[in-house]
C-alpha cells in the first residue's frame, strides 16, 4: 500500500527529495507505467532521461538476463571483454579515442575534470581553475556542485569549491574575461536540461571551441542528459558541429542501469597513467552489457533517427497548442526528445500537478518549465496523447 511505504520513507530514508508525488510504481512495458493500486501513467520523462528504451523492452531484458547468468562483477584487476567492446563502440561512432566507465553522471563529470587537471599537471603548467556556466548542472559531489551554476546547489559547500568559477551561458565576452593563464578547462552543457532546457546559441558554441585551442584550455561538454540520442543526434556536439577534447555520457546509456562514461581526444586521453584514476564498480561486465545492449538496440530499431523524427513532430503540435494558448504557454523549446514548455508563471505548477492527476508523468524545472524527456521509442500517437491531454488540461 502506498500509504505504508510512504511511511517507511518518511522514518527511514533521508528527507533530500522531500514530498514526492503520491505514487509507486511496480512495474511498466514501453511508456507505460503501472501504479500500486492499479492505475496506468504514460512516462513522458524516461527516468528523466534514463530510459531510452522505455519499460522491460524485451530485447534489453534478455540481453540482461543472459548476462546475469554469466557473470556480474570481476574488478578492474582483470580484462572484461563488455567493457572493451563498448568502449569501441561508442569510439567508433564519435570523435574520441577512448572511453572510461565509472557508475553516475556526477562521476563522469569528476572523471573528466581530473583528466583535464591532470593533463595540465603533467605539461607542467600552472592551469588549474574550471570556469562552467550559470544555471548549469553538473552533478551532486564536491566537485561537480563547484561546477553547477546555481547558488541553492553550491551554498552549503562553499568552502570545498575554490578553483572553480561561473560565467553567463552565451556571453562570450563574459567567457573571455574570465580566462587567465590560469583556466585548465571549460565544462559545459550544450542544452541545460536540469534549469529548464536552455540552448547554446550554435555561434557561441563555435567561439568557446575556438577559444579553448587558442589558450590550451580543455572543452569539456556535459553531455550526461543530452547525450545517447536524445537531441536527435547520438551526442549533441554532432547537432553543434563541434568537437570537445572530452565529454561526458551517462543518463540513458544504460538504459536504467547505473553507468557513465568519460570519453576524451587521444592526446587528453593519454594524461592518465595506471594509477591515476580508477573505480571499483565502474564499466563491470553487467553495467557494460547493459550499454552495448543499448547501443545495439538503438541501432535495429532506429531510435536516434526515431528521436530526430518524433522530435520534430512534437514540436510542431506544441507550437500549434502554443498558438492556441498564447496566455498560457510562453515558449516551446525542443531538441528531438528533450523539450522544454515554458508556462505562464502562475499556472505552472496547476498544469504539472494536472498532467500527473492525468497519468502524465513530466518534470517541472527551472521554476515554470515542463520538462519532457520520453523513451526514444515513443511514437506519434504518444504525442497526440500528450498533446490532447495538454489542451484538456490547459482549456
Ligand atoms: C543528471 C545530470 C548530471 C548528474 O548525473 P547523476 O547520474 O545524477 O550523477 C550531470 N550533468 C547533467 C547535465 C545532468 O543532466
Do not use: W
Amino acid at each position: 500500500m502506498l500509504e505504508d511505504i510512504i511511511e517507511l520513507d518518511k522514518k527511514y530514508y533521508m528527507n533530500t527529495f522531500g514530498d514526492r508525488l503520491p505514487v509507486c510504481f511496480t512495474h511498466g512495458k514501453g511508456l507505460e507505467l503501472y501504479s500500486d493500486d492499479g492505475k496506468t501513467y504514460y512516462d513522458f520523462l524516461g527516468g528523466i532521461a534514463v530510459n531510452a528504451l522505455g519499460h522491460s523492452h524485451p530485447e534489453f531484458i534478455g540481453a540482461l538476463k543472459s548476462q546475469l547468468d554469466k557473470v556480474l562483477h570481476t574488478s578492474s584487476l582483470y580484462y572484461i571483454e563488455n567493457q572493451a567492446k563498448l568502449a569501441k563502440a561508442l569510439v567508433n561512432a564519435t570523435v574520441a579515442d577512448k572511453a572510461f566507465f565509472c557508475n553516475s553522471g556526477a562521476e563522469a563529470n569528476e572523471g573528466a575534470l581530473k583528466l583535464a587537471k591532470i593533463y595540465h599537471y603533467k605539461k607542467g603548467d600552472n592551469k588549474t581553475e574550471v570556469i562552467s556556466l550559470s544555471k548549469s548542472f553538473h552533478g551532486r559531489t564536491i566537485a561537480t556542485v563547484a561546477a553547477t551554476g546555481q547558488e541553492k546547489y553550491q551554498k552549503p559547500y562553499r568552502e570545498f569549491t575554490n578553483g572553480f568559477m561561473q560565467v553567463e551561458p552565451n556571453d562570450i565576452n563574459a567567457l573571455k574575461s574570465a580566462i587567465s593563464d590560469k583556466t585548465a578547462a571549460i565544462i559545459l552543457e550544450l542544452i541545460q536540461g536540469e534549469s529548464g532546457v536552455h540552448p547554446m546559441d550554435r555561434e557561441y558554441v563555435n567561439e568557446v571551441r575556438q577559444i579553448c585551442s587558442d589558450n590550451d584550455i580543455v572543452m569539456i561538454v556535459d553531455e550526461v542528459q543530452t547525450g545517447m540520442g536524445r537531441c536527435g543526434y547520438l551526442f549533441a556536439h554532432q547537432m553543434y558541429g563541434v568537437e570537445p577534447d572530452i565529454f561526458t555520457c551517462a543518463k540513458a546509456l544504460g538504459g536504467g542501469i547505473p553507468i557513465g562514461a568519460v570519453l576524451a581526444k587521444a592526446n587528453i586521453a593519454a594524461a592518465f597513467s595506471p594509477g591515476d584514476h580508477g573505480t571499483t564498480f565502474g564499466g563491470n561486465p553487467f553495467a557494460t552489457a547493459a550499454g552495448l545492449a543499448v547501443m545495439k538496440i538503438f541501432k535495429e530499431e532506429k531510435l536516434v533517427e526515431n528521436a530526430n523524427e518524433i522530435g520534430k513532430y512534437f514540436k510542431s503540435e506544441l507550437n500549434s497548442l502554443m498558438q492556441k494558448y498564447p496566455e498560457k504557454i510562453k515558449e516551446i523549446r525542443a531538441y528531438g526528445l528533450l523539450i522544454g514548455i515554458e508556462l505562464d508563471e502562475g499556472i505552472a505548477k496547476d498544469v504539472f500537478k494536472a498532467l500527473f492527476d492525468n497519468g502524465i508523468l513530466t518534470s517541472l524545472c527551472g521554476g515554470n518549465t515542463i520538462r519532457i524527456a520520453p523513451p526514444l521509442i515513443i511514437g506519434k500517437g504518444d504525442v497526440d496523447l500528450f498533446i490532447n491531454t495538454l489542451d484538456a488540461v490547459l482549456g
